[in-house]
């Protein structure tokens, strides 16, 4: 029989804050923190999709109810100070078109001295394409069934990172997804691609509501 304390998360869940609350819910727990934030929501980057009407701005992590988040890699186990600082700054093109995400990764994310590890920018692309496309999927739900990675040059650890996704293809439950991970830089800059990567992501049968 499930107990009240698994029942709260999953009732939480059910509530999730709206993508606008989550854009005020993230609070600076040490000053580096809030100087990255507030270069994150300064950059030209940010300000530019802001203005676009065809994309959502949200930071999905802050979804997860707080008693749950110890549990997600993301939002919870690879978060915090030296890690992922702040909550990466999501832009959503609305019918999961494309996707653009912000974010900083700390110098405690490494696998070589100075270069965060593979298996990192492996995960965030494998979330950043997934949440591409869930508007595009029936449930709006997907599974990665496949994910293809090509590493083109080091990412330095303690640097901005902007991730790009566009949903490519759909056909019924299967959604086809190309990303990429680059530097972020300024106005007028060429950023340097550091990773790109191509995947299948597919909804559930079970996600159907009968």
């Keep these: ?121 492996a995960t965030l692309l494998d979330e950043g394409m997934a949440r591409c496309c869930f508007a595009a999927l029936p449930h709006k739900i997907g599974l990665t069934a496949s994910l293809t990675v090509n590493y083109r040059k080091p990412a330095p650890a303690g640097s901005f990172l902007c991730l790009r996704a566009k949903t490519v293809k759909v056909e019924g439950r299967k959604a086809w997804v190309e990303g990429r991970i680059e530097t972020l830089v300024g106005e007028g800059k060429q950023p340097v691609v550091l990773v790109e990567a191509s995947g299948l992501f597919v909804e559930p049968k079970e996600a159907v509501v009968r």
């Design 1 to 121: 029989m499930a107990t009240a304390s698994s029942i709260a998360p999953l009732i939480s869940m059910m509530n999730a804050p709206t993508d606008a609350e989550t854009l005020a819910m993230f609070k600076a727990p040490d000053e580096m923190s809030a100087e990255i934030d507030k270069f994150i929501n300064n950059h030209h980057l940010a300000r530019s999709l802001r203005e676009n009407a065809d994309f959502i701005e949200s930071r999905p992590h802050l979804k997860f109810p707080e008693a749950m988040r110890s549990h997600n890699l993301t939002a919870g186990t690879l978060s915090g100070p030296g890690k992922i600082a702040v909550p990466p700054l999501v832009f959503s093109e609305k019918k999961g078109k494309s996707l653009v995400s912000i974010s900083y990764m700390g110098t405690d994310l490494c696998g070589h001295a100075g270069v965060l590890h593979g298996g990192l920018l």
